[in-house]
């Protein structure tokens, strides 16, 4: 079985102050693990992945994510919000062991507030 | 972005009605999930099929059918619709060899 837990459902920052959003999962093997994010009224849009290799992933929109085997988490940062950041924010975690079709179980998501 | 549509985009029914949700895509991706969003929930995964006509559940299933009876269509059904099933639903597409899953612009579904 695999969860994603997000510490913290609501977030507010101040424009040009670290983002910091807290991702811990919990996965029997080896996992992919996920951010996307998602804009009011719109779809997912995926912005970073750690799938194999380097454990500090880089994304779109200055986001980045390492992932901490001991810790089990997959946190994510940027250095310096922006208005625009102001989304909901979802991290997913997937098995790479076969027979799991890729099977997204998200966390209950993390709203981004920055504030001017 | 991926050629994933989705309609109605919405729709707001009473109870005990059928509704069908259609999924379009045309990337031609063997993967197609069905998720609901609700506040507090986060995205939870209800159907997803890994081929046409092979599908199968996932955590939240209950009073939902899919089918796939071709690669770019993938329709989810609530047979009888209930007010716990007032939700926004996102259907998502993954290719053979990929890890990521491309979402589409989601359904409003409202019973009444």
């Known amino acids: 079985a695999q969860s994603v837990t997000q510490l913290g459902s609501h977030v507010s920052v101040s424009e040009g102050a670290l983002v910091l959003l807290r991702c811990n999962y919990s996965?029997?093997?080896?996992?992919?693990l996920f951010w996307y994010v998602q804009y009011p009224n719109q779809g997912l849009q995926l912005l970073l992945k750690?799938?194999?290799?380097?454990?500090l992933v880089k994304g779109i929109n200055g986001f980045e994510a390492e992932f901490k085997k001991s810790e089990t988490s997959f946190h994510l940062t940027k250095p310096s919000a922006h208005m625009s950041d102001a989304a909901e924010y979802f991290c997913a975690v997937t098995r790479i062991s076969g027979g799991s079709n890729y099977k997204l179980t998200f966390g209950k998501g993390t709203l981004l507030t920055v504030n001017p | 972005d991926a050629g994933i549509t989705q309609s109605p985009r919405h729709k707001v029914t009473e109870t005990g009605t059928p509704v069908t949700l259609r999924c379009h895509q045309t990337e031609n991706h063997r993967y197609m999930y069905w998720y609901r969003q609700d506040p507090g929930h986060g995205l939870r995964l209800i159907h997803y099929?890994?081929?046409?006509?092979?599908?199968d559940k996932g955590e939240v299933s209950d009073g939902y059918s899919v089918s796939r009876s071709k690669t770019e269509d993938f329709l989810l059904t609530l047979e009888s619709a209930t007010s716990s099933q007032t939700s926004v639903y996102f259907c998502?597409?993954?290719?053979?060899?990929?890890?990521?899953?491309?979402f589409g612009p989601g359904t409003r579904l409202t019973v009444l």
């Open positions: 099929s890994y081929g046409v006509k092979d599908t």
């Open positions: 750690y799938t194999t290799g380097a454990t």
């Open positions: 996965s029997s093997v080896p996992p992919y």
């Open positions: 998502a597409i993954k290719n053979t060899g990929d890890n990521e899953q491309f």
